[in-house]
């Protein structure tokens, strides 16, 4: 039985809930995220979105210098454990509509799996189309 851990991301970056609008869209333009796990004292306290930002910022007037990235998180985010079957993750993914889990061990964020990562593993487990 494949786990979460045998798919996701590990050791995605995450973002501390005091910085700025600001900077996570520069975390999640440089490294091509659309998911970043939101952290105080190391420990998960949302996860904020690309979508996240863009509502926030669609529909109130923020200051993206300013504004901490609490702002505009999902508390409490969507997390599981590592072992957790890849089965249970995605069917919760499925019925919660929601793009990404956190993976979290001893209480720290160890990775991140998100509708890409499953992308990945579906197309790998593929025959290649001639």
């Not at 508390?75 to 979290?104: C, F, H």
């Not at 720290?108 to 189309?129: C, E, K, N, W, Y």
């Amino acid at each position: 039985m494949r786990t979460v851990a045998d798919i996701m991301t590990p050791d995605p970056r995450c973002i501390d809930a005091t910085a700025s609008i600001r900077e996570a869209h520069k975390i999640m333009a440089a490294q091509s995220m659309h998911h970043l796990p939101v952290v105080d004292q190391g420990r998960l306290v949302g996860l904020v979105s690309e979508r996240d930002l863009l509502r926030l910022e669609a529909a109130f007037d923020v200051d993206q210098k300013k504004d901490p990235v609490r702002v505009a998180m999902t508390s409490p985010a969507y997390w599981v454990l590592p072992e957790t079957p890849l089965s249970v993750v995605a069917g919760q993914m499925k019925d919660r509509n929601i793009g990404s889990a956190v993976v979290v061990s001893d209480g720290r964020v160890v990775g991140i799996f998100t509708t890409t990562d499953a992308l990945q593993a579906l197309a790998g487990s593929l025959p290649m189309a001639s």
